[in-house]
């Protein structure tokens, strides 16, 4: 395989991601039925005053999502989807200084969001829907990648591989190959071994102990493990006890290489990003 080493900055639509350094990307959920802050966030304001906070604390990107992608969700309608991703997207265009990712699948809901001033697409299905491939490249935004067999709704349902490390590398090699053949260049795209989807927490550990294995398709590495059930299982922790676990993760994802961490507790996040740097930075 050609090793690709990545330029470290990432044109994201009118906005540059500074790869030299790791970025804290926030997650604001504008899904009635969002895992971990109850939907609270589903109004306009609310969602952009939330934006607002992790902007200020040091977040890089915010990854704005209307369909859950938790196990068992059920997919949503295109427009009910952009009923509740467009008016974010527009508000964080009009009023914030901070990179924004639509976390989205389809088709319509990237080409609008592109128009609206999004600067990064995050597809957890990896543009297989229909129309993605060509929808994404239009767009000309970047695209994080991310693994995942079978469909949020039936993906927790006894996942099963043969040799994980192997069958995740392949998936990519394919998706690299798609992407290539629709005209998204290799750098224009972003990695996720994609943790929590279609994965029982032996296969989450061994991906997360394994993940500078990724690192050979030369590609920027983005890393979502904020509160999820892998820290629940591993420490017998409710979602709202899971901050320590998630932030022993994200340091170890960072040094494992990874990039971009995709996070619920940007200030905390941001701090342990700064104390590595520090560390680093001391003769
Ligand atoms: C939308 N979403 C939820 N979890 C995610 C993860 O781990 N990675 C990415 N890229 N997106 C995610």
Do not use: C, F
């Given at each position: 395989m050609t090793v690709l080493q990545y330029p470290t900055r990432l044109p994201c639509g009118n906005r540059v991601l500074d790869l030299a350094r790791p970025q804290v990307m926030g997650i604001l959920n504008v899904t009635p039925d969002s895992f971990s802050d109850g939907g609270r966030f589903h109004l306009r304001d609310a969602a952009l005053r939330?934006?607002?906070?992790?902007?200020?604390?040091?977040?890089?990107?915010?990854?704005?999502?209307g369909e859950s992608t938790r196990p068992g969700a059920l997919p949503v309608s295109a427009e009910q989807e952009l009923q509740r991703v467009a008016p974010i997207v527009e508000a964080i265009a009009a009023e914030l200084d901070v990179i924004i990712s639509v976390d989205t699948s389809t088709p319509a809901v990237m080409l609008e969001a592109a128009r609206l001033g999004a600067g990064l697409l995050n597809d957890v299905r990896a543009l297989r829907r229909e129309g993605a491939l060509a929808a994404a490249a239009s767009t000309g935004l970047p695209v994080c990648l991310m693994h995942m067999q079978g469909e949020p709704g039936n993906m927790q349902q006894?996942?099963?591989?043969q040799d994980l490390l192997s069958e995740v590398g392949g998936f990519f090699v394919a998706r690299l190959e798609a992407c290539s053949a629709a005209g998204i260049p290799a750098e224009r795209l972003v990695l996720d071994p994609g943790f929590g989807f279609?994965?029982?927490?032996?296969?989450n550990l061994s991906l997360f102990k394994h993940l500078e294995k990724l690192h050979e398709f030369g590609l920027p590495l983005l890393v979502g493990v904020s509160r999820k059930s892998m820290i629940g299982q591993a420490l017998g922790r409710?979602?709202?006890?899971?901050?320590?676990?998630?932030?022993?993760?994200?340091?170890?994802?960072?040094?494992?290489?990874?990039?971009?961490?995709?996070?619920h507790d940007v200030l905390e996040t941001?701090?342990?990003?700064?104390?590595?740097?520090?560390v680093e930075a001391a003769e």
């Open positions: 939330h934006a607002e906070a992790m902007v200020a604390a040091g977040a890089s990107l915010i990854d704005v999502g006894n996942p099963q591989y279609a994965k029982n927490l032996q296969h409710d979602v709202d006890q899971r901050l320590a676990g998630g932030l022993a993760l994200a340091a170890l994802a960072l040094t494992k290489g990874a990039k971009i961490l995709r996070v941001v701090d342990l990003v700064r104390m590595l740097a520090a």
